[in-house]
């Protein structure tokens, strides 16, 4: 087996303000590790100079709203490999009005790429200022868990100290992580536009190499690839959410009494499922044992899965399941009509406590009404305060009524279990992230 084969795929995301950069990195992480085709290439010349004859900002921004605005408005995943790993980028927007595509970004990547763009900071100055936008997303990624977290300080090549430059940002990157008692995993030079310090420690057409002086850690792609993917915890309770139900009678023999004639889709949310095992329905109650586990449409089957699985089981009897119910190993005790919750604030507008809310959780949509803000986080300050409601791409912990009781895991235990999405029942527009506590 080769050593790509051992490697799991890395899924991150790149995030940070407008024009900072984000979509030339990620057309660089392709161009230099020679993952676009031919055509491709051709289709993005653009004769700035003798040595940035690509715009590779246009690699990324396909959709037409984006060229006519020059902003990247959705969540794109982009592949590539190299000998050593497959990576998944998830290119996440920049404008402030679309930190809610970030937030989906991050919910499942192993780590987060925030760029710094020195140009839009006064990086003389021995305390530097950090943008808004740096500090919400860096506080978004730890709440989300992100399990790595890099910062790559951005067009350094474009300032005449970029020693300086680098120093400065990174100590003001380093307090601010420290206040917000995050965990940094690295902080590095880069320039996406000239290629410095992305694949290698490469130089300059001067023959130098950025930041040489101060910095001698790795480029941005040698740390990503050292980075754990994440692997799931099957420690929690079996939790899983029906996703599809499909009858058997056209596609598997199902004239046995011994089993169950339906098989129910879903990916596993947290622990582990045998067949044999006795499983809760929720929120009927029923009880069935599990006869068969299927890994895909093919019907191979399993004898166990595990976390992050897509399986489709099949009951030993035939109970009322539907989309939205959810399989729990016994005794499921973990039931809450009430719950607190870590919020993420993404709608234009603001929380409105009292107002009744759709939630989803899992597949399952049921009515709740945020009962009270319980505080509100200064992105500044790093201070909790006491609020009324929190603004758009606010950030605070709501007491939360549900219409019925739903199974809740804290999300630091169990993302799949411990997350939800609260939608505007007028709008329908996602309007909050929610984190169980």
């Not at 715009?55 to 592949?79: F, K, N, S």
């Not at 206040?179 to 590095?188: E, H, L, R």
């Not at 420690?235 to 339906?262: C, E, I, N």
């Not at 190993?329 to 993404?346: F, M, Y």
Request: with cysteine; hydrophobic share 40%; glycine share 6%.
């Amino acid at each position: 087996m080769s050593s790509l084969q051992n490697k799991h795929t890395l899924k991150f995301l790149t995030a940070g303000s407008v024009d900072d950069g984000k979509s030339t990195l990620i057309g660089r992480l392709l161009l230099d590790s020679k993952a676009i085709l031919a055509d491709q290439l051709s289709g993005i010349q653009h004769k700035l100079s003798d040595d940035e004859s690509y715009d590779l900002a246009r690699l990324t921004d396909g959709l037409q709203a984006e060229r006519e605005q020059g902003i990247t408005i959705d969540v794109a995943y982009r592949y590539f490999t190299t000998p050593d790993r497959k990576f998944i980028i998830a290119d996440a927007p920049g404008h402030e009005q679309y930190t809610r595509n970030m937030v989906t970004a991050a919910s499942s990547s192993d780590a987060a790429v925030i760029l710094v763009d020195v140009t839009k900071l006064n990086w003389e100055a021995e305390n530097v200022e950090l943008l808004p936008q740096t500090r919400r997303h860096t506080l978004l990624a730890n709440l989300l868990k992100v399990p790595s977290i890099l910062f790559a300080i951005n067009k350094l090549d474009a300032i005449k100290d970029p020693d300086t430059a680098f120093i400065n940002v990174k100590r003001a990157l380093e307090k601010f992580s420290q206040q917000a008692n995050i965990t940094i995993t690295d902080i590095i030079p880069i320039s996406a536009l000239k290629g410095l310090n992305i694949i290698t420690r490469n130089t300059d057409k001067n023959g130098n190499i950025l930041c040489e002086k101060v910095y001698h850690g790795p480029s941005l792609l040698e740390a990503l690839t050292k980075l754990p993917s994440h692997t799931a915890s099957s420690t929690q309770a079996f939790h899983f959410p029906v996703q599809f139900v499909q009858k058997l009678q056209d596609t598997y023999d199902g004239s046995s009494t011994q089993h169950g004639r339906r098989i129910f889709w879903g990916r596993i949310a947290a622990g582990s499922v045998k067949t044999g095992d006795e499983l809760v329905v929720q929120p009927s109650g029923a009880k069935a044992k599990v006869s068969k586990i299927f890994a895909n449409a093919l019907q191979e089957e399993l004898q166990t899965a595990s976390t992050g699985t897509s399986v489709g089981l099949v009951l030993d009897q035939e109970i009322d399941i539907s989309r939205g119910d959810w399989l729990i190993t016994p005794p499921a005790n973990n039931q809450h009509k009430e719950a607190k919750a870590t919020l993420a604030w993404l709608d234009d507008e603001p929380l409105i406590v009292g107002r009744a809310y759709w939630l989803k959780h899992g597949h399952r949509w049921i009515k709740t009404k945020v009962a009270a803000v319980n505080y509100h986080l200064n992105i500044h300050t790093l201070e909790t305060e006491l609020a009324e409601n929190i603004e758009k791409n606010g950030i605070g912990e709501v007491s939360l009524i549900l219409q019925q009781p739903i199974p809740i895991l804290p999300y630091n235990d169990a993302k799949d279990v411990g997350a939800a999405i609260l939608v505007d029942t007028a709008t329908n527009r996602t309007a909050g992230a929610v984190l169980f506590k």
